[in-house]
């Protein structure tokens, strides 16, 4: 009997995030639950920051709800979210009391793994969830996102990895949402974490199908002893989803490793999915092959197509040559961050405007925030240049501190602002359901009643047009501020 | 610098064979070739059963004009092509002289690497064709079919590399036609032959992606010692065809390995074709994702859906899952066949008259000639029951010698058929065509001089409907002959 390599399945939340635009309904997961249960995988990823978002804003589901409903479901297997930090499932910082309540109320509801990462892999923006985590007796997994860059090597990845251990994490992801893992980064990586922390400290690795390698990076990260990997089911899987599940068991008959899934229920649950799928085709990923340049231009797609339509909003679309090229500039000029939501729009936007107006002549809020600490620690020092240009736009100070610091708790204020919106219900879960998402919010408590909208089954129920369908791509609008020679402007970038 | 891993492209045949139905036409390969021919690979696979079939029946291309043109576009790169042995790129045995001619002639033509093998795996039946490859002083690669049973274990393919090492071969091909060779019997076998034949004999790997886990396998094999691997430009790449060529060189990526491949210039290629295949899309296999059942079943989708016709042609569409129980038997009582053309063909067609007629009720002349040994040796021994069963369908004895010994010298009685057929231009290739496809080719000559049909172009150009894509899928319709209660009758099977 070889070493068992233990599975998570992402087929109810990122594989329908990567490949469906996120819109998969919960009447449409629940008969592949009892198949998903039983087939023996470590855990069912569920829940996140785009399906919370994507069940109060296109579904009219109640979040909290399709988490009780997992839970009661999925009777012997971890369910598992992602939380992105002190941002929690929102696109801004929070008060350490409100992460710690929605990590509570999470845990209530029925959630047992929380994968916790932040966009910038400063480890001061994870603590605060990690620590809620563990008072809740759940498992916290600490979560370090992949990149590539200069100063992104395999020992500052395996330092990471030992301060996340030192803050007591239950396990350690490798979270590479863009597919850039390669075979042997993955395996460096997860040999020098685990001769650093001790074999015993769990490894799990997440990664993306889109460049078409990543199968090979599992195959060599569980050579180097990575203990739980994670696929998603074949009929929902590949382009920009995941490798399948079926092909990662198959793959490892005589290694020496196995993971002990049944096939046959697995096979079940790709049949029901199968069926499923062609419903949303409205907002099926485009993309079933790879794609290879990204290791080039380290630009995620989902990234791309927004700048695109960012380009052809202002009729300048001939000039996305320019702005693959001014990506990386304007990325270590910020200190090399990893492209992820949402540091992945910042730096995306600020390139399509030095190329539209000039180099760094108008500066979005955000990218000024990023310039001066605002969203946290990157892992390269930033170009003082352009600080010291972030600090007129901004009008504000660079600060190191924690981001969160200068907060003022805000509990109170977040539950009387969402108590009296109508058709709130008055809980904890409806007050964090305002803070993640206070525009979109009052018109779900006010429609809840109406009870869920399946766009798979009735694509007129919906009048959105699909989103791009990449993990790394925001659901909703995102308004930028910019200041024009002293005029401020508001910009609005919606998914097309 | 690491050990450089070569590569060949199958893009310009087997790309297309897989995910195109073959129908590509030359006018589209020809922009791409100055790209391909610059990027370093060790070949460019570009000629073969399938291609040389469709020349002729449905783009109205002369196969060796073709042959010609690519020779002209690739002066800097190998060209390849694969060859069924005493089958040349027809569905029977050819007599030696006809071997010996054909091989001479596609030298002759530009043909530099013949990829020699035998549905069977016989290699009796590769002697005559890489004896005659040797003599043209181009590249002999012996190939060993990959297929999984009892009886085929690591040592039996070690065993049969060293006998066409014996033979003389250039070097050993593992064609793994299904996609059912996992990473650890790769690294296995390619690992003993390396072992047994010395490290330096040449050792090819050719993988299809149907099952989502052959690049793994590359990989494995890549560490076992395999020189060249084949994959494919990736705008043409994945479900039934093969692992895309970018994907490769960035796995190799600080592996060690490296395939020096101009992944600039493989872009340019990429976007040709990515450009070419929407054209096509009435051919376009309908699988994208993987398939891994095919590991249970053993049964290629092609043949899948072969089978699926013959039924639902008989009304008894129903009984699909009783033909898939029936053909793991059908393929024993044969001795464990790998299943590929045109062993595939006639055991799945012997499996849907067992269900439908009785078991061995009813045998097709192709069956009986199959147990009988007319197409050669298989790797296990045979049911003599069903042996006893095909000498009274076939009113023949069993056979033990090479097949084509029996056969008499028939290059005149060709030549003087050719010959005789309006159009025909009097060279031994156009009685070579005619020998290859006897029935295609007649109308062929006659209607050659309006030029090549583009059905890319125009799809109206063509009434034939896209045949299954699958490699292992007969081209042209086949006629069997099947005798029930002493009355022969002709069944013909034709692509849907």
């Known amino acids: 009997m070889g070493r068992k390599i233990e599975v998570t399945d992402v087929i109810l939340r ?3 995030q990567s490949l469906m635009a996120t819109r998969m309904a919960m009447e449409d997961m629940v008969p592949a639950c009892e198949y998903l249960d039983k ?11 785009a399906t919370f978002d994507s069940c109060i804003r296109f579904l009219n589901e109640d979040p909290w709800e399709r988490l009780r409903t997992f839970k009661q479901l999925l009777p012997n297997t971890r369910t598992q979210m992602l939380l992105r930090g002190q941002n929690l499932l929102g696109y801004r910082h929070y008060e350490d009391s409100v992460v710690s309540k929605f990590v509570e109320k999470a845990a209530e509801n029925g959630m047992d793994v929380f994968r916790v990462f932040d966009a910038l892999n400063d480890p001061r923006n994870l603590e605060v969830a990690l620590n ?7 498992h916290a997994q600490g979560t370090i996102c992949y990149t590539i860059s200069p100063v992104h090597t395999v020992e500052k990845f395996v330092e990471m990895a030992e301060q996340l251990v030192e803050m007591g994490v239950d396990s350690i992801c490798i979270k590479d949402m863009a597919a850039l893992l390669k075979p042997q980064p993955a395996y460096d990586i997860v040999k020098g974490i685990k001769d650093r922390c001790g074999k015993d400290l769990l490894v799990h690795v997440h990664v993306h199908s889109t460049t078409g390698v990543t199968l090979v990076s599992l195959m060599k990260a569980i050579e180097a002893g990575a203990d739980i990997v994670d696929t998603s089911v074949s009929s929902i899987s590949l382009g920009p989803g995941h490798n399948p599940t079926e092909s990662l068991v198959e793959m490892l008959e005589g290694t020496g490793y196995e993971t002990g899934l049944d096939l046959e229920l697995i096979y079940k649950a790709r049949d029901h999915f199968a069926q499923i ?3 949303y085709k409205e907002f099926l990923s485009e993309v079933t092959g790879v794609e290879t340049e990204i290791f080039k231009s380290q630009i995620p797609g989902g990234m791309l197509s927004n700048m695109e339509s960012q380009l052809k909003q202002q009729g300048q679309g001939d000039r996305m040559k320019e702005v693959l090229e001014e990506v990386p500039r304007v990325r270590e000029d910020a200190g090399f961050p990893p492209l992820v939501t949402p540091s992945s729009q910042i730096v995306g936007t600020q390139a399509v405007f030095n190329v539209m107006m000039g180099k760094y002549k108008v500066m979005t809020g955000e990218f000024s925030d990023l310039m001066l ?7 390269a020092g930033k170009n003082p240049d352009v600080v010291a240009t972030a600090k007129e736009f901004g009008k504000k100070d660079e600060i190191t501190c924690r981001p969160a610091d200068l907060l003022l708790p805000e509990w109170e204020k977040l539950e009387s602002e969402a108590f009296k919106l109508e058709g709130n219900n008055g809980t904890p879960e409806d007050v964090l359901t305002y803070a993640m998402f206070p525009q979109v919010a009052p018109k779900f408590f006010k429609e809840r009643a109406d009870g869920p909208i399946n766009v798979g089954k009735d694509p007129a129920l919906t009048s959105a047009k699909a989103d791009s ?5 925001l659901a909703g609008p995102i308004e930028y501020e910019v200041t024009l020679n002293g005029n401020k402007r508001k910009v609005t970038v919606a998914p097309v």
């Open 14 to 16: 990122d594989a329908h």
């Open 39 to 49: 087939a023996g995988y470590w855990s069912l990823e569920c829940w996140g920051g």
């Open 132 to 138: 809620a985590v563990k008072r809740t007796g759940k």
């Open 277 to 279: 799928r062609p419903r």
């Open 373 to 379: 600490g605002y969203y946290g620690k990157t892992a």
């Open 469 to 473: 369908s990449h993990p790394g791509y």
